[in-house]
């Protein structure tokens, strides 16, 4: 729900609002936003922040940004978001309007106002990972809390055999927290994950750079796409008003200029993620993180594939079936869901929506086959 209504805010088109909602729910990452795992809650309070903020709720947006980083560490990043939008809304505020010098007190008392307001916002977006690394700090850096005491023994063998550490256990200090910064959220990426810039070009990791080739391929797309289609606002960070948008007459949908800041961060994550991760955990990554990966592949069918274009929301004039009311070769009519309509009509469907959907639907039925019978997967 959070999606859609962020699509329709965003993307000013209902049914690529509809049909990015819809792939949502077969998610190449389905089956970690189906188990218990931190994945859906972090997706679910991520996209409602963002549709906040679309709406002009920077506060509310904030909590929820919150919520988002307290469930995934990542979700830091989102303070972007709150920084671009006020921030932009300030520059072009000032955009076409010459400004005296009797204005520039109240200018300027405005400018710290928005200085103050972000360094808040960006305070509370980053307080629940400082308190997670204050909580860690207390139990492994300082004397010890009589904690071990209430471990089960086989599992303070398992840490024994595996070198893990216990909060109470042992005498020495763990490096991290002799560090100017004592970041335990970094010292255990770095000395059990192995994580870090280039660490995992592997001729080994081939297989994974595989598995994560698909949705590398997408996003790498969909910002190419949004570049080559906005050069001029893409260069300019969005931050100088169009003529178009002046009167009222911007561009919709995925190329829209609204979509700016959704392609950034996707792009961001997608470069950190390649180049610093596990890199076969790019598909949830980003699945959870980030719309475009719905939006993009949304576009691409609506633009590219007859079987769902629409007189219902964006098209009236196209003289193309109106979407859900198709007859099938048994002469019923097909559902209204524009998936099922396309999986139905599989034969006749494009390439290119072949490759979309098997990519969703293929990760969807692996990663539920794989990961339930306790396998590797993303």
Known sequence: AALLALGRAVLRRPSQAFLAALLFSLSPAGVFMAAAYSESAFAALAFGAMWQLEKGRGWLSGLLFALAAGARANGMVNAGFVLYSWGRCFVLQLQGTAVSPRELPV???????????????????????????????????????????SVPEALLQLARDKGYRVAGVGMDKPPWCSQRFPLVYSYIQDTYWNVGFLRYFELRQIPNFLLALPVTLLCSWAAWTYVSTNPRHCLTLGLVRRKSEERGKARDGFCGPAAFVYVVHSTALLAFG????????????????????????AHLLLEHEPLVWSTGTDNRASGKPPLGKSHSSCGKGTSDNPVVRLLLNWRSITLLSKSILGFFLGYWLLGLVLHCNFLPWT
């Open 274 to 297: 390649f180049f610093c991760m596990h890199v076969q955990v790019l598909t949830r990554f980003l699945g959870s993180s980030s719309p475009i990966l719905y939006w993009f592949s």
């Open 107 to 149: 200018l300027c008392k405005q400018a710290l106002s928005l200085v103050a307001s972000a360094a808040l916002a960006c305070a509370t977006i980053f307080l629940p990972f400082a308190l997670f690394q204050y909580y860690a700090y207390t139990r492994f850096c300082q004397p010890s809390t009589g904690l071990a005491q």
